[in-house]
């Protein structure tokens, strides 16, 4: 199955690359079919779409969302949504209101660990106005020579435990099925090797997903391993989820994998876009 990609971001939340830059780049490196997935955004489809049609390959509309279960933070990825829909558009908004409050929160929480002017340093890397994340810290903190690169700032500030974390509520996992549903779209339970869960857990996680009307588990992601990719694909099965795959690329020099450096599905995964 060469050519899907359905996990990217753009400069419309946390990426490096504008819309179009991303889905040339995915062209030229023989993405036939990609997801543009900024996290709590849609805003950046238009520009996507529009250099889809130019360079000759399909864009599925998506999102990544910010979801609060059980104390972790998850992530679920919206896939073939209508990014028209009002019922998601107001669920994304609120989340990205709550960015911004969190975001001043942060700051605070650096001042109090002696970095001052964190919320103005970090703006200066967002790239959208409607959106203010983690990595914008990790880019002020790096080039203000707090940190050496930004994958080392999620070891030492920004996570539980460490300087400059704070808890915040995100959406429900209902609510963000409910609502890339209600857009007509496929919920994809994103990178679950990340989550700091026991197997029971986990099981616990894929079993609610399920329920609420979840469709599928992204199966190969940069944040897997070989044994968490066979993991994952043996879950799906056992839990009648379809399989994704994505790069979950930020972009030049940020990521671990390029636009549409994966392999196949492994084999028994129904992958998502199985009826599409
Ligand atoms: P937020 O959604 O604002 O909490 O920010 C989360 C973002 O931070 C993720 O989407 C990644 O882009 C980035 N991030 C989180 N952990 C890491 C990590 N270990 N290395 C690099 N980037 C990370
Ligand atoms: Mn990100
Ligand atoms: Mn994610
Ligand atoms: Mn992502």
């Known amino acids: 199955m060469p050519g899907y990609d359905l996990h990217a971001h753009s400069t419309h939340s946390d990426g490096l690359l504008a819309p179009a830059a991303v889905v040339a780049r995915a062209a030229a490196r023989g993405v036939e079919v990609l997801a543009l997935t900024d996290h709590d955004e849609v805003s950046g489809l238009v520009e996507a779409r529009a250099a889809a049609a130019e360079a000759g390959i399909t864009l599925v509309a998506g999102s990544e969302l910010s979801v609060s279960w059980d104390r972790l933070t998850i992530h679920i990825i919206a896939l073939g949504i209508d990014s028209e829909n009002a019922m998601l558009a107001q669920g994304l908004a609120a989340i990205r209101t709550g960015r911004t409050l969190r975001a001043r929160r942060i700051a605070d929480a650096l001042a109090e660990a002696g970095i001052r002017g964190a919320y103005e340093g970090a703006m200066q890397y ?17 080039d203000a020579g707090h940190v050496g690169e930004v994958r080392d700032v999620f070891k030492r500030f ?66 897997h391993t070989p044994a968490q990719v066979a993991e994952y694909a043996g879950l799906a099965r056992v839990f009648g989820l379809r399989g994704s795959c994505g790069s979950d690329y930020h972009g030049p020099g940020e990521s671990r994998l390029d636009l549409g450096d994966l392999p196949a599905l492994p084999s028994g995964v129904v992958p998502v876009w199985k009826d599409w």
Do not use: N
């Open 158 to 223: 920004l996570v539980p435990g460490k300087p400059g974390y704070v808890a915040h509520q995100w959406a429900t996992l209902g609510q963000a099925v409910g609502w890339i549903r209600a857009a007509g779209g496929q919920a994809v339970l994103a990178h679950p090797g990340r989550y700091k869960v026991t197997r029971s857990g986990m099981r616990r996680l894929l079993s609610e997903f399920r329920d609420a009307g979840g469709d599928a588990v992204e199966v190969l992601s940069p944040s």
């Open 126 to 142: 967002v790239t959208s106005e409607r959106l203010i994340s983690r990595t914008h810290f990790a880019r002020y903190l790096v």
